[in-house]
């Protein structure tokens, strides 16, 4: 049992008025913009757009300037905005095959359809400190060389395979119904796949990543190869009822990830290769990737596989990604247990009186 914490209201005022001091940080040093949050930490904007289903670069800017940068508290104060907005339509499916990519590579075809497209990546980075960075500048040139704002659709490198009945197609799993909304309604388990890839796409990066990770040190038969990742922009559209057809409405990043696994198939299935998926908001391929592999491993009662490892068990690995809830069970430790230990303090010294009679 704990209480709601209560204290004085002057106590509860200064705190609040050290952490705006906190978040301000010295006043010699030119205030953080959200802007500049917006612009040069963007893969943290998308991180906390993702972990908070809600594609808006400049709040969530403005989220992780609120919380000094804390990712997982910035999520908390965007989704917690996001709970205040209204349903206004249901949007269709984007559509990742019209994708304006401004990265794409595959890593099982040396000559990949449509070409590799290396885009912004750290790939080719040394990993050392630049120091040059301590000084401002002027900002970089773009020059063709450099330019990502490529204006071009490129198939996904796995079509041809899936022609020939080689990879599975990306379709609903049979018997899967129509995705419900886990915003909207509280997820129930055993969840279809659409489910899990909604939680999955909303859950924390490093929970994620480290169920991937677990996949590959053998705690899930899984063999993956990257047969497609993408980073780049596509429409959202929209059907209104008054004219029956859909038009766009506006464009968001995002990134996918097809990721491709061995399969030895069944008396009723011919061998083919299976797909994990992943789909986050913005540039995070990391997340993306590891998305797909968790996906995969959580597959393995569909194709018969035998169940061994907690990575392919729904039921751990969905509701603990959950950042917020993680978070705040967690933390609540630090509110008043006063009655519960009392009661248990109580107990021990009987206890220890028992023992030393």
């Known amino acids: 049992m704990y209480i709601a914490v209560k204290g004085g209201e002057a106590a509860i005022?200064?705190?609040?008025?050290?952490?705006?001091?906190?978040r301000r940080g010295d006043p010699a040093?030119?205030?953080l913009e959200v802007a500049q949050i917006r612009e040069q930490l963007g893969l943290l904007v998308d991180r906390v757009m993702a972990?908070?289903?809600l594609y808006d670069p400049e709040l969530a800017a403005l989220a992780l300037k609120q919380a000094r940068g804390d990712a997982v508290e910035a999520v908390f104060l965007l989704r917690a905005y996001r709970t205040t907005l209204p349903l206004l339509a249901t949007t269709e499916p984007i559509d990742t095959a019209r994708m304006q990519v401004r990265r794409r590579v595959s890593a099982i075809f040396k000559d990949l359809p449509g070409g590799q497209l290396l885009g912004p990546t750290y790939d080719y980075t040394q990993r050392l400190l630049d120091f040059s960075l301590l000084d401002t500048g002027p900002a970089p040139r773009a020059t063709d060389a450099t330019d990502d704002s490529h204006d071009t659709t490129v198939p996904h490198a796995l079509e041809a395979l899936i022609a020939e009945g080689l990879v599975e197609a990306s379709a609903p799993s049979d018997g899967d119904p129509a995705p419900p909304d886990i915003t909207r309604n509280p997820p129930v388990f055993p969840l279809p796949r659409s489910a899990r890839l909604q939680m999955l796409a909303r859950a924390d990066e490093g929970w994620v990543l480290g169920m991937a990770y677990a996949t590959q040190r053998g705690?899930?038969?899984?063999?993956p190869f990257g047969g497609d990742i993408r980073y780049g922009a596509v429409a959202v559209e929209l059907v209104p009822d008054e004219l029956g057809f859909p038009i766009v409405v506006g464009e968001i990043e995002v990134t996918e990830c097809q990721m491709v696994n061995q399969f030895a198939g069944s008396a009723s299935v011919p061998p083919q290769f299976t797909c994990g998926y992943g789909l986050v908001y913005g540039h995070g391929e990391r997340k993306a990737m590891a998305m797909s592999l968790v996906d995969r491993a959580l597959r393995a009662d569909?194709?018969?596989?035998?169940?061994t490892a907690p990575v392919q068990q729904q039921e751990f690995v969905l509701p603990q990604g959950d950042s917020i809830e993680a978070s705040g069970f967690v933390q609540h430790l630090k509110l008043p247990h006063y009655v519960t230990f009392e009661s248990e303090l109580q107990l021990i010294r009987k206890l220890r009186e028992e023992f030393d009679q």
């Open 302 to 307: 569909e194709f018969g596989e035998d169940v």
């Open 29 to 31: 040093v030119r205030e």
């Open 13 to 22: 005022e200064a705190s609040r008025a050290l952490l705006a001091a906190a």
């Open 51 to 53: 972990e908070a289903s």
């Open 219 to 223: 705690y899930a038969h899984t063999h």
